[in-house]
Structure formats: C-alpha cells, structure tokens
C-alpha cells in the first residue's frame, strides 16, 4: 500500500523530465485530448452512446452504463483507500493551456471529496468508454479498425494527463488497468446470463 501511496520507481523521474518535452502546441493539443475522458465528457458520450443502443442492442445499451459507473464508483474508492495525494511537478499550464483567454480543459464535477491521484479517472473514464465502443464496433466488419482506434486514442489521453503533469504514469496504468478488470468482469457476468455474444 505504501508503495501505491509514494508511487513506483519510473514516476518521479519522468514527472521530472516531462518538462523538458513540453511546447505550448503540446500542451494545447493534450488539453484537447485529455477533455474526452473529463468525468463530463464521458458521461455524456456514454449516455448518447446507450440511449441511441436502447431500440436494437438494450444488452449492450445496459452494459455501456454499467461498466461506466462501475469504473467511476471503483475509481473513487480505491482513490479514497490508496490516498496517493495529487502533485504537479510543473506550472508550466498556467499561460499557455488557454485559447483566447478562455481555459481549454472542461471542469470536473464539484464533488464533496478529498482528491487523490491513483487511479487516474481520465484514464479509467475515458477507457472504459472507449472499451464499450470497440465491443459495439466488434460484431461489424469494422472490428479491427474500431478496435484499434478505440486503443490508440484511450493510449493518447491517459498518456496526456502524464504530459500535463496531472499524474504520474502509475496512476494512469492503475486506470487502464481498473477499467480493463470491470469490463472483463461485466464481460463475463453478462456472458454467463448470455446477454452479450
């Protein structure tokens, strides 16, 4: 538990050499990317995503919602076992993270809650969205290309947060990895009732 606490051996270390690869056009386009898994964002995709799923595939409308809020509700637990505190190396956001004055990240949710990093909600949010889309996309000819756009962007976002400084790389695995197990569970739940093929 202490080591979830401090953070692994690589964290430290490239927190602190991120700055070294970060230009204001980075940091704009991660800005971007790191808004498709703001807690807002998902919810609102995952909601048209399930209500446009509700006529024909209900199965798969139901486990879109379920795996979402099961993500959400085991990320914020484990972050309030874990107690990993939110550090950023770096301030380099302050000017150049804005358009025209206006700030490109959406706000998260005001929540009555301590906030901790591990796991990272944009990654686990952002994968458990995209793991719904490929399984949606999987049973069309498109599967592959689904698939491999579904991976390439939940890579690109949770990978943003670390280029942000908003987390460590250990906390953005720690989401995939969360969002990977209660999908795989839901999976199998939903399988063992044969609601998914």
Not at 56 to 82: D, P, T
Request: with cysteine.
């Amino acid at each position: 538990m202490c080591l979830l606490t401090l953070g692994l051996p690589f964290d430290h270390p490239l927190a602190a050499s991120i700055v070294d690869y970060q230009t204001p056009t980075g940091v704009v386009l991660a800005s971007l990317l790191t808004n498709i898994g703001n807690p807002i964002s998902v919810l609102i995709v995952g909601t048209i995503v399930a209500i446009l799923l509700l006529k024909n595939h209900r199965a798969l409308a139901l486990f879109m919602v379920l795996n979402i809020l099961l993500v959400s509700g085991m990320n914020e637990g484990i972050k309030q076992v874990v107690h990993r505190p939110v550090i950023r190396i770096h301030q380099f956001l302050q000017p150049t993270a804005q358009v025209f004055n206006t700030p490109l990240a959406l706000p998260s949710p005001s929540l009555p809650r301590t906030v901790y990093s591990f796991p990272s909600g944009h990654a686990a949010g952002s994968a458990a969205l995209l793991l719904g889309i490929g399984l949606l996309g999987w049973s069309t000819r498109w599967r592959w290309p689904v698939a491999c756009g579904c991976c390439a962007l939940a890579l690109l976002v949770g990978l943003s947060r670390v280029y942000l400084d908003f987390h460590y790389l250990s906390d953005v695995l720690g989401g995939w990895a969360l969002a990977l197990a209660c999908f795989s569970f839901l999976r199998l739940c939903f399988a063992a009732r044969r609601l998914l093929r």
